[in-house]
């Protein structure tokens, strides 16, 4: 199976394992609630302290903040994560009530009642569905902003996690080594439901310097209509199946099967997206639905990268790191940007794309449990 689709199959629920992984008594939980998915982000650590074999506590060994204090056992143990439809955020709170995530003040002794039924939560939803936590789970959510949770979690990602970005080049992922010393500025573009591009130069240090409405709600809005595909994973798989040059008009199209050399444009270059359609006498049911999803795809994964490389030109920045789970680790997608961003660039920018693509937001707003040590975690 091609690598993009094994990520793409990956189970709902995965992990990143902190030092000392080996219980599971919740502690923290945050949730990014936005207008396609809710990502949720927890850890659970082993926090009974207990002597291990050779008559060590095992929090000894919780080393995940600098002045090394075994008082933050959360850091002995694993992040976990989940998401799930918006539409369907009466799932998203069973799962949270039936693992008792939102009691996640109770691993630390002295939290008081208060800050046991506060939840960090950021994305529009923490707004928009703050009373229905509070009514379905006893919660309140503490909003933390959006553009600060996905910087914050983008920079935890690349200093803590390894590997975390690789690049995606002829079908191949390589992971690259980020040098903390080397990081900034970086454009950071999250591909959610829309699309916002974020110059970022430091923690909490940035600026969002573009965006664009043309994202993933745009592909599986777009795409579930012309399609009439049921969920989001079966439009993807669509994709792979497909071939756009059925219903995109190509360079070749309009010159005579030849390259438009002069201005850099092959015969296959497409010349414009779904202008196929113009000429001939088909409705869409004569298309097949593979092939709108790809061209749809393909439409919007380049222009995302064009934009991005236009951004990244406008403030001399040579790496791009894509997130969002627009992505989704699929192969076509990351193809489709790395090459916009190879071409616009004359190879001169780079495009990174991020393991935990979808959850920098919940990760950001995770360890903005700043009182509680988390902005420092490392993890294994
Ligand atoms: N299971 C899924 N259901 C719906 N959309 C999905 C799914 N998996 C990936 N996506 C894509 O990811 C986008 C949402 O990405 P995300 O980063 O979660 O943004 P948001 O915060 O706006 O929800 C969707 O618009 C869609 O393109
Ligand atoms: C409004 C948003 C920040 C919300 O984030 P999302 O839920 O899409 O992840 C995002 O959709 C966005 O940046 N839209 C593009 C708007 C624009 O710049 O035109």
Redesign the pocket.
């Known amino acids: 199976m091609e690598v993009g689709m094994r990520r793409q199959l990956e189970e709902r629920e995965s992990k990143i394992m902190l030092p000392n992984q080996s219980a599971d008594e919740v502690s923290h939980l945050a949730v990014d609630i936005?207008?396609?998915l809710i990502k949720v982000v927890y850890s659970s650590s082993n926090n009974n302290n207990e002597a291990d074999d050779k008559g060590k506590k095992s929090s000894n060994d919780c080393v995940g903040i600098p002045n090394g204090s075994s008082d933050y056992p959360v850091l002995c143990g694993r992040l976990h994560f989940a998401k799930f439809e918006t539409s369907k955020i009466n799932d998203c709170l069973e799962f949270i009530s039936s693992k008792q995530l939102h009691r996640c003040g109770g691993w630390h002794q002295e939290a008081s009642p208060h800050d046991k039924n506060i939840i960090k939560a950021t994305?529009?939803g923490a707004y928009k569905f703050a009373d229905l936590f509070k009514e379905k789970l006893g919660v309140s959510l503490d909003k933390v902003d959006?553009m600060d949770c996905l910087v914050a979690g983008s920079n935890f990602l690349l200093k803590t996690v390894h590997p975390e970005a690789f690049t995606y080049i002829d079908g191949r992922e390589e992971y690259v080594q980020i040098d903390h010393n080397d990081l900034y500025p970086y454009l950071l573009v999250?591909i959610?439901?829309?699309?916002?591009m974020i110059k970022v130069d430091g923690d909490g240090k940035f600026d969002r310097v573009?965006?664009?409405?043309v994202?993933g709600?745009t592909f599986w809005g777009l795409g579930k209509l012309l399609t009439k595909c049921k969920s989001f994973d079966e439009l993807l798989e669509l994709s792979h199946k497909g071939n756009n040059r059925v219903i995109d008009m190509l360079v070749g199209d309009i010159y005579g099967g030849g390259d438009y050399p002069k201005i850099g444009l092959s015969s296959t270059a497409i010349a414009s997206s779904f202008g196929k359609a113009i000429s001939e006498n088909k409705e869409l049911e004569d298309y097949g639905r593979e092939d709108i999803s790809r061209s749809l795809l393909r439409m919007i994964s380049n222009n995302i990268g064009q934009i991005s490389y236009l951004n990244a030109l406008r403030f001399g920045l040579k790496r791009i790191f894509f997130g969002?789970f627009f992505i989704r680790g699929h192969a076509y997608t990351m193809d489709t940007i790395s090459v916009a961003v190879h071409f616009w660039s004359k190879g001169e920018a780079k495009a990174m794309f991020l393991r935990h693509e979808g959850f920098l937001g919940a990760l950001g707003a995770f360890t903005s449990y700043k009182s509680h040590g988390l902005d420092n975690i490392t993890t294994h």
Do not use: C, F, K, R
């Not at 573009?210 to 409405?213: E, K, L, M, N, V």
């Open positions: 936005g207008g396609s994305g529009g959006e999250n959610g439901s829309g699309v916002s573009s965006g664009t409405s994202g709600g969002g």
